[in-house]
């Protein structure tokens, strides 16, 4: 999980697509990893892993939010 906006934001758009893919091909399930602590977490205090994972995760889960079938809570 990177701390730079522009590696979360390339990854955050891989699972998108492999959302997309699932979706078309008709698969129900999708899995992804969530990164790791990396020695910039250690070196940047300000930069808080747990907020970047729940916000990536939430943007990855906004590409089925509006399918039918699928209820996700906040």
């Known amino acids: 999980?990177?701390?730079d906006l522009a590696g979360r934001k390339r990854r955050i758009d891989l699972v998108k697509r492999g959302i997309e893919i699932a979706r078309k091909l008709g698969v129900?399930?999708?899995t992804f990893g969530s990164?790791?602590?990396?020695?910039?977490h250690l070196v940047n205090?300000?930069?808080e892993?747990?907020?970047l994972l729940v916000d990536s995760?939430?943007?990855c889960?906004?590409?089925?939010?509006?399918?039918?079938?699928?209820?996700l809570a906040d």
Do not use: C, N, T
């Not at 990164?35 to 910039?40: H, T, V, W």
């Not at 889960?61 to 209820?71: K, P």
């Open 1 to 3: 999980m990177s701390p």
């Open 28 to 30: 129900s399930l999708v």
């Open 35 to 40: 990164g790791f602590i990396r020695d910039e």
């Open 45 to 47: 205090p300000s930069v």
């Open 49 to 51: 892993p747990r907020e």
């Open 57 to 59: 995760i939430h943007q």
């Open 61 to 71: 889960l906004q590409a089925i939010r509006d399918d039918e079938g699928y209820y």
